[in-house]
């Protein structure tokens, strides 16, 4: 059978769980084998964000006639805050540290409701072992904060385990 059809109605396709699966694997091999770049990699990728959604907000306040000074003083805050980031990824990545341990204990809730939602289906535990990693990478987060390569190398472990996880859904969906 090519896709397995949940009792809920829902439909997983195999190839696109498998696939999107060998993708955060690969990045997640790579963020624990060079964790310094993996930091330094979402400092940047973030700040660049924050510029390009800084300059948006910029261009969307001069030209609009409503709100117009939410947006330009939205962009001045995010274009702001992306520069310091570019300029000072070292004291970023503390910020980050410790927002990305609220992430981690964020994203092993949703892999428990994940979990539930899929718990009629073969391999409806698989997102639980992925929660509970994800809880331990958010405490270990907040025990050691301070860490430049914590950053890179745990959002390496949360891709290597969310990619483990899709693939184990994406084979087991194909056996049903």
Do not use: C, D
């Not at 896709?3 to 993708?23: L, T």
């Not at 992925?130 to 390569?149: A, P």
């Amino acid at each position: 059978m090519a896709n397995a059809y949940a009792e809920s109605g829902g439909v997983i396709s195999p190839k696109s769980y498998i696939n999107g699966g060998i993708v955060l694997l690969i990045l997640g091999i790579l963020g624990i084998i060079f964790p310094e770049i993996a930091s330094g990699v979402v400092v940047y990728l973030i700040a660049a964000l924050l510029v390009i959604g800084g300059i948006s907000f910029l261009i969307m306040g001069i030209k609009s006639t409503a709100g117009k000074w939410g947006g330009i003083a939205l962009g001045i805050v995010l274009l702001i805050i992306g520069v310091l980031m570019g300029i000072y990824p070292i004291h970023a990545l503390v910020g980050l540290t410790v927002m990305m341990g609220s992430f981690f204990i964020i994203a092993g809730v949703v892999s428990f409701l994940l979990a539930y939602s899929l718990r009629p289906t073969k391999g409806w535990w698989t997102p639980i072992i992925s929660g509970v990693l994800s809880l331990i990478l958010g405490v270990l987060v907040f025990l050691n904060w301070n860490s430049t390569v914590l950053v890179g190398l745990f959002v390496g472990i949360e891709l290597l385990f969310q990619g483990i996880t899709l693939i184990m859904i994406g084979k087991l969906a194909k056996i049903e």
